[in-house]
């Protein structure tokens, strides 16, 4: 069993490498650009960051408005 099959990513048939991905598809996975990253980036859009809160990265999850108020001016 020396083969690991091909890329699990979607249209993708080559060879793995690892993670089940193919080299190209490690490389993306590495930096959170595939579904199935090695952790849950933020959901705001065009946002990889690392989720810490609030399913949104440290920057975002500060910023992002509590539910219920919207855009409540805070006393800073
Ligand atoms: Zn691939
Ligand atoms: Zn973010």
Known sequence: MADKGTCKAENCAKPVVGRGYCSGHVRKWKQ???PKARYKTCVETGCRGRQVAKARC???AK???APGSEATPTAS
Request: charged share 0%; glycine share 12%; aromatic share 0%.
């Open 32 to 34: 959170g650009a595939l």
């Open 58 to 60: 440290a920057t975002h």
């Open 63 to 65: 910023i992002a408005p």
